[in-house]
């Protein structure tokens, strides 16, 4: 067996074991469904960084533009079919008693594959905030009819109701992540590069509290070392063979 395999075999073995789940997603599980990662090539849009344009600074210096990137992020997310790795996390929800899915993703993939019990750290991007009376609604409109979008009921600026670098995601979402950290036996961390915080520090939290923390990624990670396996490959190949399949398909 080489290496690889045997990081696979003992991933499988943890996690089939374990009754309580915690699992932190990020942009690289849904790279395989064709929606570019923040911090990947692909990520750049007519030549701006995602982290330049992911600022509330950005947005009131420019809401047009940043519009329009979500317009284009939104299209993409729109043309998105879950992946295997998204279909084998909603699986394996349904064979663990407990089981929480953190997502710092904003494109709904995972509710798509059927996934329940998510926490969306930073929002989501279907979701359109009024600037003035904070009224929320969904919009599933690509391309969106008037950019910058206009609230129904104020008339008012909306803005994607995602959270951006700088602003304070709600302490509610917090509590809620940081105790389905505390309270599972084994985490996994998959598609995240781990630099943004306070998602980063939950896999520091989970080792602190004596957790088993198992990582998927293309790459090691700034945490990796903490970590108490790292499997280097794609989710969407990885996560099916960390448990095994009840499903029948005919
Ligand atoms: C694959 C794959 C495949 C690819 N299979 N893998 C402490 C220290 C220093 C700074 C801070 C700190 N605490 C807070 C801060 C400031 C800031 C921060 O963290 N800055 C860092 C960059 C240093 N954090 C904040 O501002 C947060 N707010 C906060 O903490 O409030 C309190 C506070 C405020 C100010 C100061 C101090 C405290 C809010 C963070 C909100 C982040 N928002 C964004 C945008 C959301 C909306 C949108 O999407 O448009 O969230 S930024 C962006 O990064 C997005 C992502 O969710 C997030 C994480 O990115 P992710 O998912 O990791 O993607 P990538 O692209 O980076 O990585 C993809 C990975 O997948 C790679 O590793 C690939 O290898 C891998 N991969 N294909 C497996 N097929
Ligand atoms: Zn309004």
């Keep these: 067996m080489n290496e690889m395999h045997e990081k696979i075999s003992a991933a499988l073995d943890i996690i089939e074991h374990c009754s309580s789940l915690t699992v932190l997603t ?5 790279a395989e469904s064709g929606v570019p990662t923040f911090r990947g090539k692909e990520g750049l849009w007519r030549n701006f960084r995602s982290e330049d344009l992911a600022t509330p600074e950005a947005f009131w210096n420019n809401p047009k533009l940043v519009w329009e990137w979500y317009d284009w992020r939104r299209n993409a997310a729109r043309d998105a079919k879950p992946n295997p790795g998204h279909f084998a996390l909603a699986e394996l929800e349904d064979q663990k008693k407990k089981f929480t899915l953190i997502t710092q993703n904003i494109d709904g993939l995972h509710q798509l594959a059927g996934s329940r019990n998510i926490i969306e750290m930073h929002g989501n991007i279907w ?11 969904q919009s599933h409109k690509v391309p969106l009819d008037e950019i910058p979008p206009r609230c129904g009921l ?3 600026i909306g803005r994607p109701n995602v959270v951006w670098f700088g602003e304070i995601i709600p302490m509610e979402v917090i509590d809620r992540s940081l105790k389905a950290v505390e309270e599972c036996e084994v985490m996994l961390i998959v598609g995240t590069s781990g630099i943004v915080e306070p998602a980063a520090s939950m896999g520091l ?3 602190q ?7 998927i990624n293309l790459e090691y990670t ?14 969407g190949e990885i996560l099916p063979l960390l448990f095994t399949s009840r499903k029948v398909y005919s």
Excluded: M, Y
């Design 154 to 156: 104020c008339n008012e």
């Design 127 to 137: 979701q359109i905030r009024c600037t003035k009376c904070g009224d929320v609604q």
């Design 205 to 207: 939290v989970a080792k």
């Design 222 to 235: 700034p945490n990796s070392p903490l970590f108490d396996l790292t499997i280097l490959g794609k989710s």
């Design 26 to 30: 990020g942009a690289g599980i849904s």
């Design 209 to 215: 509290t004596g957790k088993t923390v198992i990582e």
